[in-house]
């Protein structure tokens, strides 16, 4: 049995007629086969493989859901390619693959940062929100970029707060969160300002994202006033 066969397997040993009847009630809609596989079960499927860039792109292939979720955990970092990294975003259908690819693969790789830019120019939704589900996953990540390249898009944030698309918007709300949240204090203050603005747009989906980012904001500094105490 070929590796490819063997994780699909793996995955549907696991598989609950519950888990993929339920999908849509958290907003992941997709065209792809779903098994029905919970997240914990796709991780300990992933730890059994290990790093295999070679299974992760055959996994991509396979046009199945939980698959593409576990090329997130076994892809290698290292060697994902920008080239690969749009082929794969061209492909995407749903939140839960988009952001699941950003949080655990993309935002470890070397073009991270080039393909924030490229994508934020996308048309397609979750191309686009491809573009803000890593620059929140960068901004929760890399702990060794300096304020710069996060100061410097803040400029592509409000460029996209007026995209009402569901899943672009709440994308840019989370991209905005999570650069405010980090620990400079020169950065949270320059993206606590780009939710005030947007707070204060005519436009309703900037609105929106801009006071979506506010309350995060007041919840972060109670709890680090109460941590104070």
Same mark, same amino acid.
């Given at each position: 049995m070929?590796?490819v066969?063997?994780?699909?397997?793996?995955?549907?040993?696991q598989? +609950?007629?519950?888990?993929?009847?339920?999908?849509?009630?958290?907003?992941?809609? $997709?065209?792809e086969? /779903?098994i029905g596989?919970p997240?914990?079960?796709?991780? *300990?499927?992933a730890? !059994?493989?290990?790093?295999?860039?070679?299974l992760a792109?055959?996994l991509w292939e $396979?046009?199945?859901?939980?698959a593409?979720?576990l #090329?997130a955990f076994?892809?290698?970092p290292? /060697?994902v $390619?920008a080239?690969?990294m749009?082929?794969?975003a061209r492909d995407?259908d749903?939140?839960?693959t988009?952001?699941t690819?950003? %949080?655990?693969? %993309?935002?470890r $790789?070397a073009d991270?940062? #080039?393909?924030v830019?490229?994508?934020?120019?996308a048309?397609? +939704? &979750?191309? *686009?929100?491809?573009? &803000?589900a890593?620059?929140?996953s960068?901004a929760?990540?890399?702990k060794?970029s300096d304020?710069?390249? %996060?100061? +410097?898009r803040?400029?592509?944030?409000?460029a996209?707060?007026?995209?009402?698309r569901? &899943?672009? *918007? *709440?994308g840019?709300?989370w991209?905005?969160r999570?650069?405010?949240i980090r620990?400079n204090?020169a950065?949270?203050?320059?993206?606590?300002?780009v939710?005030?603005?947007?707070?204060g747009?005519?436009?309703?989906?900037a609105?929106?994202i801009?006071?979506?980012a506010? !309350?995060? %904001?007041?919840k972060a500094?109670?709890?680090?006033?109460s941590?104070? !105490?």
């Open positions: 070929s590796r066969a063997e994780a699909i397997a793996a995955l549907e040993a598989g +609950e007629a519950r888990i993929r009847d339920g999908l849509a009630r958290y907003g992941i809609v $997709t065209d086969r /779903v596989v997240m914990a079960a796709i991780q *300990k499927v730890q !059994r493989f290990g790093r295999d860039h070679q792109a055959d $396979t046009r199945i859901y939980e593409r979720l #090329t076994v892809d290698d290292a /060697v $390619t080239g690969q749009d082929r794969w995407l749903n939140w839960a988009c952001d690819l950003c %949080f655990k693969l %993309f935002d $790789t991270a940062w #080039t393909m830019d490229r994508w934020a120019a048309n397609g +939704e &979750f191309v *686009k929100r491809s573009a &803000f890593l620059l929140a960068l929760l990540h890399d060794k304020d710069a390249p %996060f100061l +410097e803040l400029a592509l944030i409000e996209a707060a007026t995209d009402d569901n &899943f672009v *918007k *709440k840019v709300s991209a905005l999570g650069i405010g620990k204090p950065l949270r203050a320059a993206a606590r300002d939710a005030g603005r947007l707070a747009s005519a436009d309703r989906t609105r929106w801009g006071k979506d506010q !309350r995060q %904001f007041m500094d109670k709890t680090k006033a941590s104070l !105490r």
